[in-house]
């Protein structure tokens, strides 16, 4: 059973401070991995995605892998109020497979 | 780019009703679709995934009859609710991919439906 596990949270954080967001995965070999937001009663919206080890940075977001460690995570710099919203990971073990969500974590930016 | 539109938003009828919900990518041509399932603070259910011009592939417990899937073009694809039932009120979004590898989905605004 191939598995992502997200911390549920709520994750609390004050405005202007970095939101660090976890996932983990149980497939060695997947391949590709992306994070999306989802504001309440909203569908997914992509955020980024990430294919290599290392940092990949996009404004305010850096996402960061470690596949040796199944290990990839979400840092969002200058937290603002209207980053409160679940974050899901999301992995793709291989070629044309869905992606496998974890339960997402639940972010307050508190003002 | 990449934009899902999915209609209708929300639809609200009597139970027995078949409800159809459209998938459309608008400016991609969508190999593969995929259709969630969501209930109020939970995570997303994978219902099923389809290709263009293929049978659905179902996940495990949803039944194919219940949930009629649709991928007849590379833009379009259909989810059909059939004889409804007050337990099947959900929020329903679709997903759609081009290729494979690499490629991410990109989702739709999701159909909420409420069965009376």
């Known amino acids: 059973q191939k598995e992502v596990e997200q911390n549920s949270g709520p994750l609390s954080v004050p405005e202007g401070a970095i939101a660090s967001l976890n996932c983990t995965y149980s497939?060695?070999?997947?391949?590709?991995f992306f994070w999306y937001r989802q504001y309440s009663g909203k569908s997914p919206e992509l955020i980024m995605s990430i294919y290599s080890n290392g940092d990949k940075e996009d404004g305010r977001f850096t996402a960061q892998l470690n596949k040796a460690s199944q290990y990839v995570s979400l840092l969002i710099r200058d937290s603002q109020p209207s980053d409160s919203a679940t974050y899901l990971c999301a992995v793709r073990y291989s070629g044309n497979t869905p992606l496998v969500f974890g339960k997402g974590t639940r972010l307050s930016v508190i003002a | 780019g990449a934009v899902v539109s999915q209609h209708p938003s929300w639809v609200i009828c009597k139970s027995g009703t078949s409800v159809k919900i459209e998938c459309r990518s608008l400016?991609?041509?969508?190999?593969?679709m995929f259709w969630y399932r969501q209930f109020p603070k939970q995570s997303l259910m994978l219902m099923a995934t389809?290709?263009?011009?293929?049978?659905?592939?179902?996940e495990q417990g949803v039944e194919k009859d219940k949930f009629l899937i649709n991928h007849a073009s590379l833009t379009l694809s259909t989810l059909t609710v059939t004889s409804a039932h007050p337990e099947d009120s959900s929020f329903y979004i679709c997903s759609a991919r081009t290729g494979g590898g690499d490629q991410p989905q990109h989702f739709g605004d999701g159909t909420r439906l409420s069965i009376l």
């Open positions: 497939d060695r070999g997947s391949q590709s």
């Open positions: 389809s290709n263009e011009g293929s049978k659905a592939t179902y």
């Open positions: 400016d991609f041509q969508a190999t593969t």
